[in-house]
């Protein structure tokens, strides 16, 4: 399986933008689809955005898809999460996941990162 780690989480004001990555290892990377989640405390896991392999095709949760964008640099092993005008609600640990499917259920990706927080201040 690939192996995803998340970084680029932070403290930022609401209003601001903040840009996580996700690096992958193994040399089949752009054959896994790839998505995005996050988990607030006492929440359930979220679905954010996912991306095919080959980046063209993408899928983000309506309530975000005006303010998140999601893309991919296969040659870097690497998948991002662009995330502007942010709002305290957007507060949680963002995890990024490996799957053959590009979905919005967790039961599809078959390897998790450990996660990166994201807080987002009023």
């Known amino acids: 399986q690939v192996q995803p780690v998340e970084s680029g989480g932070g403290l930022v004001q609401a209003g601001g933008s903040l840009r996580l990555s996700c690096a992958a290892s193994?040399?089949?990377?752009?054959?896994?689809?790839m998505g995005w989640f996050r988990q607030a405390p006492g929440k359930e896991r979220e679905f954010v955005a996912a991306i095919s392999g080959s980046g063209t095709g993408t899928y983000y949760e309506d309530s975000l898809k005006d303010r998140f964008i999601i893309s991919r640099d296969n040659a870097k092993n690497t998948v991002y999460l662009q995330m502007n005008s942010l709002k305290p609600e957007d507060t949680a640990v963002y995890y990024c996941a490996a799957g053959d499917v590009v979905a919005g259920e967790p039961k599809y990706y078959r390897s998790w990162g450990q996660g990166t927080q994201v807080t987002v201040s009023s």
């Open positions: 193994g040399r089949t990377f752009s054959s896994y689809a």
